[in-house]
Every structure is written in structure tokens, then in C-alpha cells.
């Protein structure tokens, strides 16, 4: 496997992810950040942050598979989130649950790849709650 996970002793735990990802393949994988639109170009789930979140992941996973590579190949998921300030807590809760819906559909490892939650003020679109890069590493 080109990809190992990891968090080494003494890093903040827990939290639902790895700190460190080691790929050790020769061709990667970028998935450009997706948003919550099916392949008809409509809006998933507007005004719901959970229903957006499953649907950007499976975009991500759509993506990783036209390269012939899986959640498992993945070495890091940067988020980008609208409203995502010190006030976020409700946010979380959303934020997780679509990922603990979508996560034996997708096979996402658990714990996840290294994963960043961004705080933005706007994404691509004004309906648009959540973004989402992938990165793999395949062999």
C-alpha cells in the first residue's frame, strides 16, 4: 500500500483522524475542491451542512475513482466551510454526522487522513456550505 497513517506519540488526541500520512507511491492524485452539485449540476441539500458534506465526499470519491484510487490512497482532505468560527460548535455536530453517514458507502478509513476544517466567509457559490480537496498517493 502507498499510503501509511499515523499519529505518533504525543500528539493531541483524540480526534477523528490522523496527524501524519507517509505516500510512498510516484503518481498522485489532486481532486480539485468539489461542492455539493450531482452530476445535472444541481444543488445537494441546500441550507443542510450534513446533506453537503456526504455529497462532497462522494464527488471526492467519484474523482479518486476516474484515477483508479480509493479513500484508502488518500493522504490528506482539506475542507473549506462557510461560517466556521469560534461559534461553530453546532457546525461540528452537522459536519461530522456527514461524515459518519457517508462512511461505509465510501470506505473512509477511521480514523480519517490528515484532515483540515478551513473557516471561510464565502465559497463558489452563496448556497454553497462546504468545499472539499482530496490528495492521494498511488503507486
Known amino acids: 500500500m502507498s499510503v501509511q497513517l499515523l499519529t505518533p506519540e504525543g500528539m493531541f488526541q483524540p480526534v ?16 480539485a475542491g468539489q461542492i455539493a452539485r450531482d452530476a445535472d449540476a444541481a444543488l445537494i441539500a441546500t441550507g443542510d451542512l450534513t446533506g453537503q458534506v456526504e455529497q462532497v465526499l462522494r464527488n471526492a470519491g467519484r474523482g479518486l475513482a476516474g484515477a483508479g484510487a480509493t479513500f484508502s490512497d488518500v493522504v490528506r482532505l482539506r475542507f473549506f466551510l462557510t461560517g466556521w468560527g469560534p461559534d461553530r460548535g453546532e457546525k461540528v455536530g452537522a ?3 456527514g461524515i459518519e453517514n457517508v462512511t461505509d458507502e465510501l470506505g473512509l478509513p477511521q480514523p480519517l487522513p490528515p484532515v483540515s476544517a478551513i473557516g471561510v466567509d464565502y465559497l463558489f457559490e452563496p448556497d454553497v456550505l462546504v468545499e472539499v480537496e482530496a490528495y492521494a498517493v498511488l503507486d
Not at 477523528?16 to 481532486?31: D, E, L, M, S
Open 16 to 31: 477523528p483522524y490522523h496527524h501524519v500520512a507517509i505516500g510512498t507511491g510516484t503518481r498522485q492524485v489532486h481532486v
Open 95 to 97: 459536519f461530522m454526522a
